[in-house]
T-cell receptor, first 111, second 112 residues
Framework: GQQLNQSPQSMFIQEGEDVSMNCTSS?????WLWYKQEPGEGPVLLIA?????ELTSNGRLTAQFGITRKDSFLNISASIPSDVGIYFC???????????FGTGTRLKVLA | DAGVTQSPTHLIKTRGQQVTLRCSPK?????VSWYQQALGQGPQFIFQ???????QRGNFPDRFSGHQFPNYSSELNVNALLLGDSALYLC???????????FGQGTRLTVV
């Protein structure tokens, strides 16, 4: 099935470091969502973005809706061990109800 | 405020059997979407139900069908199970007109 390209695929970082990940699409989207998923659980919504260029924060998380409307970015500042998990982006195009998910970025934090 | 709840949490079925998965949306939500998540991949859209009708369908065969009840809860039915149907099935609810979709914990289906 169709998936968006997320990078990096996985990353190990030290506690306290900042993290950046991105998501790219060949199609234009009018909504981007970012989720975190832990083993055996469903994805948890972190941030929603609705307009090109929009920058939205949720605590230590900041996400941006790319100006081209074909990409989005998520930053995590001062990472902590509980940030471990898989981060997914999801995009939705105008006139559709389905979200297309990314391939995921697996984050591991070294204490 | 109860979030999205799904049942059962785990299920083992034999090839060729049929299965029904259930979802209760978050309080106040009227729209339910179903996704299939294979191991190591992102969720794939199966279909969305609104006002008791299938509003949009993803690229899944007719063996996958669903239903939405007047209380907005929903069922996903899969007939003639194949080994490849083994996956985590996720239900997401939303309020129509609002883009935010909230997921349940999923049902882990294993087909043997």
């Amino acid at each position: 099935g169709q998936q968006l390209n997320q990078s990096p695929q996985s990353m190990f970082i030290q506690e306290g470091e900042d993290v950046s990940m991105n998501c790219t699409s060949s199609s234009i989207f009018n909504t981007w969502l970012w989720y975190k998923q832990e083993p055996g659980e469903g994805p948890v919504l972190l941030i929603a973005l609705y307009k090109a260029g929009e920058l939205t924060s949720n605590g230590r998380l900041t996400a941006q809706f790319g100006i081209t409307r074909k990409d989005s970015f998520l930053n995590i500042s001062a990472s902590i061990p509980s940030d471990v998990g898989i981060y997914f982006c999801a995009g939705r195009a105008s006139g559709t109800y389905k979200y297309i998910f990314g391939t995921g970025t697996r984050l591991k934090v070294l204490a | 405020d109860a979030g999205v709840t799904q049942s059962p949490t785990h299920l083992i079925k034999t090839r060729g059997q049929q299965v029904t998965l259930r979802c209760s949306p978050k309080s106040g939500h009227d729209t339910v979407s179903w996704y299939q998540q294979a191991l190591g991949q992102g969720p794939q859209f199966i279909f969305q139900y609104y006002e008791e009708e299938e509003r949009q369908r993803g690229n899944f065969p007719d063996r996958f069908s669903g239903h939405q009840f007047p209380n907005y809860s929903s069922e996903l039915n899969v007939n003639a199970l194949l080994l490849g149907d083994s996956a985590l099935y996720l239900c997401a609810s939303s309020l129509t007109g609002n883009a935010e979709a909230f997921f349940g914990q999923g049902t882990r289906l294993t087909v043997v």
